[in-house]
């Protein structure tokens, strides 16, 4: 994983146990070894979602190949087991794991245990349980359901105009919350189901292709991926 350059050249920074020839580079422990899907940042501090947790450095590193400072989702930078420990606040699952940072929280969709977790504050230690979980009706659960307080493996999240907004893949449809819950598992304001709108494909296009995958939100506007296409909706969808 490295920092591009202004003139987007040669990176300044590499993190992990690779060279720029993708050639493994010692150490190759898990405290330095990972393989990044998902980045994030709330400013300082330098998330990326590797396995079954959320590698962390705080502040971003500005030399190559520093260890993990921390791991969210296990009790150690040299752990990347899923749900270690069993099914808890402090754990993830092994699914496709995704993050988004907003006013200092930090929120992750947690597909394997049928969840989102939310933490207060961005942890700087290993080991920090969630705050808040949505999704499920504790922390130790991990059922998939269709109601307006479950999920069915939730593969992204973003935050629009303070609204947290969910792709509840399992289910098709996207949830929304007025704002990120300051309690665990409470019921989503509303829900929406993109496979609804239709325009720009054939009649014979298969409607489950179109559930919602991973999510963007700027400026206003909402970025929803389903198969074959990006919808940009405008916030007036989410009222």
């Known amino acids: 994983m490295g920092k ?53 450095w705080n502040p971003a590193p500005t030399t190559s190949r520093p260890p993990i ?14 749900n270690s420990g069993g099914v808890s606040a402090r754990s993830l699952g092994g699914g496709r794991n995704t993050l988004t940072t907003y ?28 705050d808040v979980v949505l999704g499920q009706a504790d922390s130790v659960s991990n059922s998939p359901g269709s109601g307006m307080t479950q999920m069915n493996a939730p593969s992204s999240v973003a935050v629009l105009d303070g609204k947290l907004v969910v792709s509840d893949t399992g289910n098709a449809r996207l949830l929304v919350f007025d704002r990120i819950p300051a309690a665990s598992g409470v019921a989503a304001n509303r829900s929406w189901d993109p496979r609804r709108v ?27 991926g389903q198969t074959g296409r990006v919808l940009v909706v405008p916030d007036i969808f989410m009222e």
């Open 198 to 224: 239709r325009f720009s494909l054939p009649a014979w296009f298969n409607e489950e292709e179109l559930a919602p995958h991973d999510l963007g939100a700027y400026k206003g506007r909402l970025y929803v």
């Open 103 to 130: 006013n200092g929280r930090l929120v992750v969709a947690d597909p394997a245990n049928h969840r989102v977790l939310v933490w207060n504050a961005v942890p700087s230690t290993s080991g920090v349980p969630a």
């Open 4 to 56: 591009l350059t202004a003139n987007n050249s040669v990176p300044d920074v590499i993190l992990g146990n690779q060279d720029l020839l993708g050639n493994t580079a010692a150490p190759t422990t898990l405290d330095y070894a990972i393989r990044p899907t998902f980045l994030a940042t709330d400013g300082r501090s330098l998330l990326a979602v590797d396995g079954s947790r959320i590698v962390g």
């Open 69 to 82: 400072e921390f791991a969210i989702g296990q009790p150690s930078t040299l752990e990347n087991l899923a």
